[in-house]
């Protein structure tokens, strides 16, 4: 059984940085992709970005672009999603998401692990 636990819930103004981290266990990472992603009130979950574990290649959303970064420590089996530059709109309940299948992680369809979400809110 794969758990997947975030941290990192912040209140912060527009400008402002925040680091989600999301810890696993359960089963190997190897062959896993890990994604997260983001659900604001009265909105559809959407992308924000997604790592393969044995390769490192990473995904964005297109307007996380330039201000966020996900990495992975294979030593601690955290997933870490660093957020420069928040804007009020990237105010959401973040979710950390894993799939074991080769498919497309801009999809949220394609994850078959959730953890239980941390809320960021930004203020202008």
């Known amino acids: 059984q794969v758990q997947l636990v975030e941290s990192g819930e912040g209140l912060v103004q527009a400008g402002d940085s925040l680091r989600l981290s999301c810890t696993t266990s359960?089963?190997?990472?190897?062959?896993?992709?890990m994604g997260w992603f983001r659900q604001a009130l009265g909105k559809e979950r959407e992308f924000v970005a997604a790592?393969?574990?044995?390769?490192?290649?990473?995904y964005y959303g297109d307007d996380m672009k330039g201000r966020f970064t996900i990495s992975r420590d294979s030593a601690k089996n955290t997933v870490d999603l660093q957020m420069n530059s928040l804007k009020p709109e990237d105010t959401a309940v973040y979710y950390c998401?894993?799939?074991?299948?080769?498919?497309?992680?801009?999809?949220?369809?394609?994850?078959?692990?959730w953890g239980q979400g941390t809320q960021v809110t930004v203020s202008s």
């Open positions: 998401a894993a799939t074991n299948r080769i498919t497309n992680l801009y999809y949220r369809g394609s994850y078959d692990y």
């Open positions: 359960g089963r190997t990472f190897g062959s896993f992709a």
């Open positions: 790592i393969r574990w044995n390769t490192v290649g990473t």
